[in-house]
């Protein structure tokens, strides 16, 4: 694959961005100093697009009793589990960012479980990892351990939409050989 391709499929525009979708590439560039990767992985598609960048806005940035650390540190976990290597680039850069400890997104990325964790984050990722690699085997009392940890039953939704989301993100990136943007590599290394 050469080094200027996102994903190893060719895949032909399909219709110009919209002015909205434009708008977004450029805020990307403004506050992060590039359009991830990912992104342009779906702008083949102005509808596909809209519907990744609608699902990753609400889970990762809306209105939600989990951090956005802590959706961080789940998608980590999920893209762990799944060795995808796009995701850990990326989310173990925002891992980084939002904790301000470098070595914190490089011991998520490894294992999360050698991470100092607090026994609430450690009780999300374990469910989160569990939802990821046996989700047949998800049943009350692993809901109910992250209720005596503090969780809600609507943090508990999130923990799992999260996941579930990047469980599928993983899949896609993986099955097209998506490639992190360079930048993600030496971001946030300093605390």
């Keep these: 694959m050469s080094e200027d391709r996102v994903i190893a499929l060719d895949l032909e525009q399909e219709d110009d961005l919209t002015d909205r979708q434009k708008a977004y590439f450029d805020k990307c560039m403004e506050k992060l100093g590039m359009v991830p990767n990912v992104l342009k992985a779906y702008a083949f598609n102005p509808v596909k697009l809209d519907a990744f960048t609608a699902m990753y806005n609400d889970l990762m940035l809306g209105d939600s009793g989990l951090s956005k650390l802590e959706r961080e540190m789940?998608?980590?976990?999920?893209?762990?589990?799944?060795?995808?290597?796009?995701?850990?680039?990326?989310?173990?850069?925002?891992?980084?960012?939002?904790?301000g400890d470098p070595a914190l997104g490089e011991t998520m990325v490894m294992n999360y479980r050698a991470a100092d964790?607090?026994?609430?984050?450690?009780?999300?990722?374990?469910?989160?990892?569990?939802?990821?690699?046996?989700?047949?085997?998800?049943?009350?009392?692993?809901?109910?351990?992250?209720?005596?940890?503090?969780?809600?039953?609507?943090?508990?939704?999130?923990?799992?939409?999260?996941?579930?989301?990047?469980n599928m993100t993983n899949r896609v990136a993986t099955a097209t050989d998506m490639r992190p943007n360079p930048e993600y590599h030496g971001q946030n290394r300093q605390s």
């Design 74 to 99: 789940i998608a980590v976990v999920c893209s762990s589990v799944n060795h995808c290597f796009y995701c850990l680039t990326a989310h173990g850069q925002a891992v980084r960012q939002y904790s």
């Design 117 to 166: 964790l607090t026994s609430k984050q450690r009780a999300m990722l374990d469910f989160a990892w569990k939802l990821t690699e046996t989700p047949w085997a998800i049943d009350e009392p692993d809901r109910q351990a992250l209720r005596d940890v503090g969780f809600s039953d609507r943090d508990i939704w999130d923990i799992a939409s999260v996941a579930a989301f990047f």
